[in-house]
């Protein structure tokens, strides 16, 4: 913020809010979404229609009551995608399937292994992460351990599928610290000044880091549900993962149940103080004119829906949650939306798992 001559505030983001005003007014931005939502927001984003081809599996392992596969497969461009595939040892039967999707969080170095115990284990990065925004575990394999098949995987820029340390960006200075940053470390903060060179490309080759990202998690689900050992698949996420697990769930009509954590809001109530926070993939290119995030996130309605909403979440407003909420409600009027509002910062916390994991089970089963 910064003041004028004569002491009067001047926000900077009141420019946006201005300019928000006349964009409304001139090209209708954010209008009553139509039933055809889904398949123009899928051209709008340019989801690209990507398949898991030449799936291999890597290694087997077995960890206490749990089995898991590692596989890779290629998506046609960019290193091998690489999976974990958990699920119970001694399991018989087609399992329920969950496509576990990770978070963002500013850490691209690791991208399923966020979410998801191979039997190596966690990074100490990870291990800080999950203590600050997961609960202290791995979701994935909890939520495997309850009787799902849970495909956890990486995605463009993320893990297996990221850009080499040097690729168009330099690292940002280091700040005096009590440790030296590790491999990671570094590789996160050259990451983050980079995702911006990743979104441009995507958008000069007509699509968008949303409609990539959501073409490699369309593909995962298409395999997962390919498996003679699963039946009904759904997806869950938290963050950058809930946003994927939104664009799945619009995207996919074989998508059972969808889970999406701590984030969702109106475009609307973020002006000003929220958008910068927020990764490109939340920005995809000509959805204002179609509609607001939360018609997009209730686009596959009345198909089941549970959004978790953490009511002190320091990246969305409240106000912005609420009118989310609304949104969606209106959308769904049969009861196969459930709302959850945690009196939690930005997380998805033990208890808000267990809701998720129990609903899934219902819905799944």
């Known amino acids: 913020m910064s003041a004028d001559p004569a002491g009067a505030a001047d926000p900077a983001g009141s420019v946006f809010a201005e300019l928000a005003g006349i964009a409304q007014a001139q090209l209708g931005t954010y209008p009553q979404a139509g039933p055809g ?4 927001a899928r051209d709008a984003l340019g989801v690209l229609d990507l398949r898991a081809e030449d799936v291999r599996v890597e290694r087997t392992w077995a960890d206490g009551e749990l089995a898991g596969e590692e596989l890779s497969w290629s ?6 995608t690489r999976a974990f595939l958990l699920r119970p040892r001694d399991a018989a039967g087609p399992l329920p399937g969950v496509v576990a999707l990770h978070c963002h969080a500013g850490m691209k170095w690791a991208g399923k292994e966020k979410i998801a115990d191979g039997p190596e284990g966690p990074s100490p990065e990870v291990r800080r992460l999950r203590e600050a925004i997961y609960g202290g575990r791995a979701f994935a394999n909890e939520l495997a351990r309850r009787g799902f098949a849970v495909l956890a995987h990486d995605v463009l820029a993320w893990g297996s599928r990221r850009f080499p340390l040097d690729t168009g960006t330099t690292p940002p200075p280091s700040t005096p610290s009590h440790r030296a940053p590790s491999e990671a470390d570094r590789y996160d903060r050259a990451a ?3 995702e911006h060179v990743v979104a441009k490309h995507c958008a000069v080759l007509g699509t968008s880091f949303a409609g990539v990202v959501a ?7 298409a395999y997962l549900r390919s498996r003679p050992d699963v039946g009904p698949v759904g997806c869950a996420g938290l963050s950058g993962g809930g946003l ?6 619009a995207f996919d009509e ?9 984030m969702v809001s109106s475009y ?5 103080a929220h958008v910068a926070k927020h990764t490109w993939m939340l920005y995809p290119p000509g959805l204002p004119r179609l509609g607001d995030w939360p018609d997009l996130v209730a686009a596959r309605a009345p198909q089941p829906l549970m959004v978790q909403y953490a009511m002190r979440d320091e990246l969305f407003p409240a106000s912005g949650m609420r009118r989310a909420h609304a949104m969606i409600s209106e959308r769904y009027r049969d009861g196969a ?4 509002f945690a009196d939690v910062p930005h997380s998805f916390d033990v208890p808000m798992q267990e809701r998720a994991f129990d609903w899934l089970a219902r819905h799944l089963q």
């Not at 939502?37 to 123009?40: D, F, K, P, S, W």
């Open 37 to 40: 939502l889904r398949v123009a």
């Open 75 to 80: 998506v046609g461009f960019g290193p091998r």
């Open 192 to 194: 983050a000044q980079h």
């Open 337 to 340: 939306y459930e709302a959850v």
């Open 244 to 249: 994927r697990a939104a664009l799945l769930g």
């Open 254 to 262: 074989e998508i059972r149940a969808v889970v999406v954590a701590a």
């Open 268 to 272: 609307l109530d973020m002006i000003d």
């Open 215 to 221: 073409g490699e998690d369309l593909a995962a689900a």
